[in-house]
């Protein structure tokens, strides 16, 4: 079964400028949660797409926001790029449905955003 | 924050020894888990243990819970050099949703 796939692995964009990134999850997960990984920061919940809909969401400006498509991949766009937003950026795959806090999250390889 | 801490943040064993990483966290869970991240890589899942078990065992790892005092143990019996990694413990909101709040790491280096 193939894992979790993000594109691109790379990308350096300038202040002002968004970006897409985009996470296809393992086959029949139809939970995807985005986390943006910084050295300061740590690990740091985004939001969680489940069926289309965002079931949850951390605490990050407006300026991050996601959607699901119906085949449960899922995209994740930041606008107005700040320094700040450099960082490693996580998706995790998991089944979603159930007791879904209690289900082992799958992650990708991460997209690195770097921002001049 | 809901963030958990972790300790040491730095562990540096000879091949063949044990490593045992600690992890603290804040509030009330369903369940807590442990990853490893190798250098540029995404998090690999190694256990999930929930709030009403003690210690649970996976091949060379071995886990303990202690709710009363809100902390985690994570035990890596005869380490190998492909060991060498960050090591993260993360727990639930304990509303059973699926977002994950993650500790601040352990980088685990085992020497050949």
């Known amino acids: 079964k193939a894992g979790v796939t993000q594109t691109p692995r790379y990308l350096i964009k300038t202040r002002g400028q968004q970006v897409t990134l985009s996470c296809s999850p393992i086959?029949?997960?139809?939970?995807v949660s985005w986390y943006q990984q910084t050295p300061g920061q740590g690990l740091q919940f985004l939001f969680e797409y489940f069926s289309e809909t965002q079931r949850n969401k951390g605490n990050f400006p407006g300026r991050f926001s996601g959607r699901q498509f119906s085949n449960s991949r899922s995209e994740m766009n930041v606008s107005t790029l700040e320094l700040g937003d450099s960082a490693l950026y996580l998706c995790?795959?998991?089944?979603?449905?159930?007791?879904?806090?209690?289900?082992?999250?799958?992650f990708g390889d991460g997209t690195r955003l770097s921002i001049l | 924050s809901q963030q958990g801490e972790e300790d040491p943040q730095a562990l540096s064993i000879q091949e063949g020894e044990n490593a045992t990483m600690n992890c603290s966290y804040k509030?009330?869970?369903?369940?807590l888990q442990w990853y490893r991240q190798n250098s540029g890589r995404g998090l690999v899942h190694l256990i999930l243990?929930?709030?009403?078990?003690r210690e649970k065992h996976s091949g060379r790892l071995r886990v303990t819970l202690d709710t009363s005092k809100k902390s985690s143990s994570l035990l890596i019996t005869a380490s190998r050099a492909a060991d060498t990694a960050s090591y993260f413990c993360?727990?639930?909101?304990?509303?059973?949703?699926?977002?994950?709040?993650f500790g601040t790491g352990t980088r685990l280096t085992v020497i050949p």
């Open positions: 995790a795959s998991s089944l979603g449905a159930g007791t879904h806090s209690n289900q082992p999250q799958h």
């Open positions: 509030t009330i869970i369903n369940n």
């Open positions: 243990i929930r709030s009403n078990e």
């Open positions: 086959s029949g997960h139809r939970s």
């Open positions: 993360a727990t639930d909101a304990g509303t059973g949703a699926n977002n994950l709040f």
